[in-house]
């Protein structure tokens, strides 16, 4: 079959490997979609320590089962699905009792050394369904299945900032993460929505998805137009999805004192900075002082993105902004490193 290897930053190459074969317990599934992932990108522009060299990336993917092993109970071939690839090492307490999601050693297909999604078709070790494997929705295209994934890792955030009905939020940062994130606050109701970013198109579908009011960050002083909206106190949750320290930054600057600061963004860049400082021009933005709540919050809520997106309130025509063919996945990933033209870039093998 055909896969995208990754052999490094900006080494891509697509090249013809063996398809594993299905196992007992595993699933072969044939791409249909494959989303890049923020993710995806850190080690495409720099060495990435999680990322082996040699397999093939790629985590967000839906398509069709075309063959299950012998011991598969609930997976079907001909099942649309999303799924998870991940491989247990059958000899940890949990794996001993067959409750492989628990392992605590398990591969994790694109990252840890187990092929990914950027392929013809991926093999699943596991196939068991509701937990590495989910039936899309009639109503759900295979781009709507790739989709589940980063929209759970806005939701997930949301989870974690607890939101309030009469909250203020700002979240920093557009992408297909923060554009779930809106998606999620708007879907429980809270009293403002706004966000920023640098790009029209991103701004257009947090539009589209319930941001009532929307920054354009080249255009306008962040900042002070957050403050200007909540009478000057800050924003009960500002949600960094943006990744720079300026942003990370000016999220203590603008949320509200005793407020919540969800921080979601993978860094590429280190920077200093002094909690218990105010900045120059700036009182009040002392994390310490201000008593700012921070709360980090990478982690997954698929059944929490596969719920808004089943229901209609994510669909792939709002954030999915091109679609390549596998053998164009280097043009690929350029187009989701364009962070002004791009929002969610798939593969279509
Ligand atoms: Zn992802
Ligand atoms: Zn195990």
């Excluded at 063996?18 to 595993?26: F, I, N, R, S």
């Excluded at 923020?38 to 089962?65: C, F, M």
């Excluded at 554009?179 to 198109?201: N, R, Y």
Aim: hydrophobic share 40%; proline share 4%; with cysteine.
């Amino acid at each position: 079959m055909k896969a995208a290897i990754y052999y490094g930053p900006y080494n891509l190459k697509v090249e013809d490997i063996k398809l594993h074969e299905v196992g007992d317990l595993g699933a072969i599934v044939k791409i249909r979609a494959s989303g890049i992932c923020g993710s995806d990108l850190h080690p495409y522009k720099q060495k990435w320590e999680r990322y082996s060299t040699g397999i093939v990336i790629g985590h967000e993917y839906a398509g069709d089962v075309v063959e299950v092993g012998s011991k598969v109970k609930d997976v079907k071939v001909g099942d649309r699905v999303f799924a998870k690839a991940m491989l247990p090492c059958f000899e940890c307490d949990f794996c001993k009792k067959e409750d492989y999601m628990h392992c605590r050693s398990a591969k994790s297909g694109g990252v840890w050394g187990l092929h990914g999604g950027f392929a013809e078709y991926i093999w699943l070790p596991i196939a068991m369904l509701d937990k590495t494997v989910f039936r899309l929705a009639n109503t759900m295209s295979y781009q709507d299945g790739a989709l589940v994934e980063p929209i759970g890792v806005g939701t997930y955030v949301v989870n974690r900032a607890e939101p309030a009905h009469s909250d203020t939020v700002i979240v920093l940062g557009a992408g297909i993460i923060g554009l779930g994130a809106i998606a999620k606050f708007k879907d429980l109701g809270v009293s403002k929505l706004m966000t920023s970013d640098i790009s029209e198109k991103r701004l257009k579908a947090a539009r589209e998805l319930g941001a009532d009011i929307l920054i354009d960050a080249t255009k306008e002083d962040v900042i002070k137009r957050v403050m200007q909206e909540t009478s000057g106190k800050g924003a009960d949750i500002v949600v960094e999805a943006a990744g720079k320290p300026a942003t990370f930054l000016q999220a203590i600057d603008m949320v509200r004192p005793d407020g919540k600061m969800a921080v979601v963004a993978t860094y590429e860049e280190s920077f200093d900075f002094n909690p218990s400082l105010a900045r120059p021009g700036m009182p009040m933005t002392s994390l310490v002082r201000k008593g700012v709540r921070l709360i980090g919050c990478l982690g997954g809520d698929w059944a929490g993105g596969f719920d808004l997106i089943k229901r209609g309130k994510v669909k792939d025509k709002q954030v999915v902004s091109h679609v390549f063919p596998l053998d164009k996945i280097v043009a690929a990933f350029e187009m989701q490193m364009n962070a002004r033209e791009s929002i969610k870039v798939m593969i279509e093998p």
